[in-house]
């Protein structure tokens, strides 16, 4: 019949009560267990870091790049020469660095040293001139 109604196929969104009585509170009891999480190995301190692949045979590439620069300084005297000139510099940058250290230090003490002292002369006449104190 195409009398223009058609049934209703969308699914009920919102399903009435049957009766007018308001919902009750759930029941009291024990709320459903919960499944326990895993614990966490590196929050436990468990974690190690395990490298994935087994020894290898032979030198690893640092020691293979420490043994040729050495080979190479030792070849090329030049390089040699610069990077001794260079040890000696920062050597003597690093005197100088602690020396002036040292100096700007006793120049602060005996800066507050004689603050104290200006006071307490200070001190002294205002005493003697009966200003008490």
Do not use: C, H
């Not at 040729?68 to 040699?80: F, G, I, L, P, R």
Request: charged content about 35%; hydrophobic content about 30%; overall charge positive.
């Amino acid at each position: 019949d195409d009398g223009g109604e058609e049934e209703d196929t969308a699914p009920k969104v919102f399903a009435t009560r049957s009766s007018g009585t308001a919902p009750q509170a759930p029941l009291a009891g024990p709320s459903p267990a919960k499944p326990k999480p895993k614990p966490n190995p590196r929050a436990q301190g468990s974690f190690r870091f395990q490298p994935t692949l087994a020894s290898s045979k032979g030198p690893t590439t640092m020691q293979k790049t420490v043994e040729n620069w050495k080979q190479y300084v030792e070849e090329d005297k030049e390089v040699a020469r610069e990077l001794e000139e260079s040890r000696k510099s920062i050597a003597r940058y690093t005197e100088r660095q602690k020396f002036l250290q040292a100096v700007d230090i006793r120049t602060w003490e005996q800066e507050v040293e004689l603050k104290s002292i200006i006071r307490e002369k200070a001190r002294l006449k205002d005493m003697a001139s009966g200003g008490g104190g």
